[in-house]
């Protein structure tokens, strides 16, 4: 029998695992429960769905921990980023797309591969023993028939937090007699976002109607689930404080307001959601007020009074394990080795973290199946530092999800340590020099 695996998820995650085991020439058997079984989220049943088009967040690969991370999938062969690059849309220097154009394009080349079959059907427990290799990909939004049996089989608790999303608003109802078209430091193309000001007064009357608005009220065994830190409620940062929001998604600092010749009290920036630049999504506006309230509220922002929303905010409950005590650094359960795991359910938080664990999962798999061995990515590399924090580098008594960044880095040795902006820059050109040696070495060894 020619090797093969299951992968049970169609999310970015089992979707760049069910390409890289293929591409190694290892047959995938990809289950993805939509449309039969739907989620909170999600509203098509294509793989790889993304809910915001700025999910990929900077492409700058030598400053930003995001954009190196970015880097080193294009040069890992990573789908994900084949067809984000393929259904790039304008957002200054960030990796945003087109949200159908870009799962319609993972869909299609994994339907397509001749060594990738996918099957529509909820995997309710644990794989069965006779599937063999498998990797478990099914995201923050797992089955809560595969979570209880995951919790069952492993001991463990399984740990959860809320992720909320953001409105999107029709360009046709914003009034550019108040809006502007500019970018933070007129960076990109120095016109990416749509701008709202508001003013000394408007703004504390938005921050009141925010604090005072009606909340979605949480089920009882909700009630204690922490929120993740780098996307929280527009509503809770408000509550942290009257500036926490001029100080975060409305600070106004690197806009000018043309007409006013000054920079804004505050303002609400929009980025473009879709290709054709009908849909605009309000950035950093994740939330969890009532539909009713969102409307009335978002209204009073100045640009906005007649707007029209395509998608209203709302939350997502998210689950992931603790990994740094359940998992072998091939991402392998301790406990039952054939299983592995991949995506936000180990506990990297963000799209482009989801993917390149999918992508080290999917590698190492089929590694296995083929009967070779390679090292893991070095630490040094962001794909090595992500694998090292969640399999062992994070402590399990606090694991949290977590993004990647440079502090996740090993850093320079103490006579040869840089500071400032430059310490990115030279940790960026070392994490790539050794991803290329990693890599070059894995093509030696496979041949």
Known sequence: ??????????GLA?????????????????????????????????????????????????????????EELRRAGSLVLRAADANRLPAGGALAVDREG???????????????????????????????????????????????????????????FFDAIAPIVHRESI????????????????????????????????????????????????????????CLPIEVMAARGEETLRFGPMKPVGLQDPRQQARPYAVVQLRQDNALGTLWNMVGFQTKLKYAEQTRIFRLIPGLENASFARLGGLHRNTFINSPRLLDPSLRLKVRPQIRFAGQVTGVEGYVESAAIGLLAGRFAAEEALGETSPPPPATTALGALLNHITGGADEKTFQPMNVNFGLFPDFPREARIKGRDRKTAMSARALADLDGWLNAARVAAE
């Open 1 to 10: 029998m020619p090797p093969f695996i299951h992968i049970v998820g169609g």
């Open 14 to 70: 089992g979707s760049e695992a069910a390409w890289a085991a293929a591409s190694r020439g290892v047959s995938v058997v990809l289950h993805e429960m939509r449309p039969v079984r739907g989620t909170d989220a999600h509203q098509t049943d294509r793989l790889a769905e993304l809910v915001c088009s700025n999910s990929l967040r900077s492409d700058d690969a030598q400053n930003n921990a995001v954009g190196l991370l970015h």
């Open 102 to 160: 870009f799962s319609a394009a993972v869909t299609a080349a994994l339907e397509d591969h001749p060594l990738v079959t996918i099957r529509r059907e909820e995997i309710a427990g644990l794989p069965p023993g006779e599937w063999g290799s498998t990797i478990i990909a099914t995201g923050p939004l797992t089955s809560p028939a595969l979570a209880e049996a995951v919790r069952a089989f492993t001991g463990e608790e399984s740990l959860s």
């Open 175 to 230: 009034d550019f007699e108040t809006c502007w078209f500019q970018s933070r430091y007129d960076k990109g193309d120095g016109a990416d976002y749509i701008n709202c000001p508001l003013n000394q007064e408007q703004y504390r009357a938005f921050i009141a109607a925010l604090l005072a608005g009606e909340k979605t009220e949480f089920k009882e065994w909700e009630k204690s689930t922490p929120y993740f830190e780098g």
